[in-house]
């Protein structure tokens, strides 16, 4: 089970990427000091609650869109400016599998915030789903 | 030149796809790729892509960095969505179960064989006659239709024109599909439209919300429990009200718990009867077949059983005694019977809005003079002293 983020529309997913096991982003928590995914909750609006399930957030309005990313760009930025080095080497293309803490949730922040430009741009719906990704997206893929 | 000439289609095609639907599309062209996003990413970027606003039977047109160009269709059907529509209308259209069972067996139970049969041979029927790629991709939720060809080497004219052809050949194909016969795919297609009925029940939502919020003055948030059952709860441990559960059919309100039936366990053996317990085996034994069964009688159709404890716990037997006489008051000066389901089915909005709001004030009455009654005056100050010793060992320990 992990937790993936998706751009879905009539019901169709269009792009999709893992995000990490709750036990994972649970440690990430207790490093950094923020959930990157519970942290959603403070932004959503009505609509949203009702539209999102159990292990399930949905998110469509402008608002919500503009508040997500300002958070996930805050968190880009400061993992950029105190380890200026090593985001850079990922940037890069330098650092392939051995990943840190910094590194993944850097990606992570960066892929959510692309998704909820392409999901405002066309708009979609942005999806964070807590799920067996072979079930929905692993068997998608072209 | 290779952007600017892709920026030229995009445009075309974005137009084109315009005038055929008759409604507004959009454009999205690929931007920055970092190389670590492989790892994360279960879908190649494109190098652009087109969608329609309006659903209809063009889902999407765009093309890879590998060039293919795919025309995808809309979802023949949406699984869920026809489970939760048909859910919905059960709920709410009770008088009519007999139709909803007919489309159910009709639909839903026939549904994947129609699609994996008929369409399949409509979509040969046509990859033969029009000599193009088509074919079903099943996703999680339903099936659609792709058509795809390579765009090596075309020039912007005859990709162009290309993709004229494939976007009026899944059309033709789509209105084949959907006018079939017996029409089944239609009415699935059409049971996968989200319904007006969850318009409804979404402002009732909100309305309920808002008047918690107004009436307690503390933010409250909508959860969804299951397909048709949504809960609406606090922010905060500063509510008389723990949870509002609102379905298309009724709506449960509870009140934040006003008596706790171990603090009162405690409370008496610890306090007042402590020694004599211990020393009475056989009351000793009682008092576990009580805490044993405590979950069940908890619940107010237990209540008899409940009452076969009182040689016990008198002093508890009273407490609830005296609940039961207090809600009474409230019950009768507010009009409301507590404890009961609110039954929406069939009631407008403003009766449900100003029946959700009679209850609160109830609610809100009883809480705050449930706290008049000397003994749950003494078991909320007994439980406080024990939260505050717990929160001393727990500061102590760590």
């Known amino acids: ?142 | 030149m290779r952007v600017e000439a892709n920026e030229i289609l995009v445009l075309d095609v974005k137009k084109m796809l315009e005038n055929i639907l008759g409604s507004k599309c959009v454009a999205y062209m690929s931007d920055i790729t970092f190389p670590w996003e492989k790892n994360f990413r279960y879908t190649k970027n494109r190098k652009w892509e087109i969608y329609p606003i309006i659903r209809g039977p063009i889902f999407s047109i765009y093309e890879t960095f590998e060039d293919i160009v795919y025309i995808e269709s809309n979802l023949l059907f949406n699984e869920k969505e026809i489970i939760s529509n048909i859910a919905l209308m059960e709920i709410k259209e009770e008088s009519k179960n007999e139709a909803i069972k007919e489309i159910k067996s009709k639909i839903y139970e026939n549904l994947i064989d129609f699609i994996h049969g008929k369409t399949v041979k409509i979509i040969e029927d046509f990859s033969k006659r029009e000599n193009v790629d088509i074919s079903l991709i099943s996703d999680y939720l339903g099936d659609s239709i792709v058509l795809k060809f390579d765009s090596r080497n075309l020039s912007i004219n005859e990709k162009f024109s290309l993709i004229k052809k494939h976007i009026s050949i899944l059309i033709n194909v789509w209105n084949e599909i959907m006018g079939a016969d017996d029409s089944l795919c239609r009415k699935a297609y059409e049971f996968s439209l989200p319904i007006k009925m969850n318009e409804d029940f979404t402002s009732l939502l909100k309305k309920v919300k808002s008047i918690l919020e107004k009436n307690i003055g503390i933010k409250f948030f909508i959860k969804k429990e299951s397909l048709t059952l949504f809960s609406i709860i606090p922010s905060s441990e500063n509510s008389f009200i723990s949870s509002i559960n609102i379905s298309p059919k009724d709506i449960i309100i509870k009140s934040k718990t006003i008596y706790s039936f171990w603090n009162a366990m405690h409370y008496y053996t610890i306090h007042k009867s402590s020694q004599k317990f211990i020393e009475n085996i056989e009351k000793r034994m009682r008092w576990k077949q009580f805490n044993d069964s405590l979950w069940r009688i908890l619940n107010i159709k237990e209540k008899e059983e409940l009452e076969s404890f009182s040689d016990i716990m008198p002093e508890v037997m009273n407490d609830i005694k005296q609940l039961n006489e207090l809600i009474e008051k409230i019950n009768k000066k507010y009009e409301v019977k507590l404890n009961l389901e609110i039954k929406i089915h069939e009631l407008e909005e403003n009766k449900i809005i100003s029946i959700v709001e009679k209850y609160i004030n109830a609610i809100k009455d009883a809480y705050n003079s449930s706290f008049e009654l000397k003994n749950i005056k003494e078991i909320e100050k007994y439980a406080k002293e024990i939260l505050k010793e717990r929160i001393k060992k727990e500061e102590y320990l760590s």
């Open chain 1, 1 to 142: 089970m992990s937790w993936y983020v998706s751009i879905e529309k009539n019901g169709k997913i269009i792009d999709a990427a893992k995000i990490g096991s709750n036990d994972y982003l649970y440690s990430l928590f207790e490093k950094f000091g923020f959930h990157i995914i519970d942290s959603i909750y403070n932004y959503l609006t009505d609509d949203e609650m009702i539209a999102g399930e159990k292990n399930c957030i949905k998110i469509f309005n402008q608002d919500t869109f503009e508040n997500i990313l300002r958070f996930y760009f805050r968190i880009s930025e400061e993992l950029f400016n105190a380890n200026p080095g090593i985001i850079n080497d990922l940037n890069n293309g330098l650092i392939y599998s051995d990943y840190s803490d910094e590194t993944w949730m850097y990606s992570i922040a960066i892929t959510i915030s692309k998704f909820i430009r392409k999901a405002r741009a066309i708009a979609a719906e942005l999806v964070f789903r807590y799920v067996k990704g072979e079930e929905i997206f692993e068997s998608r893929s072209k």
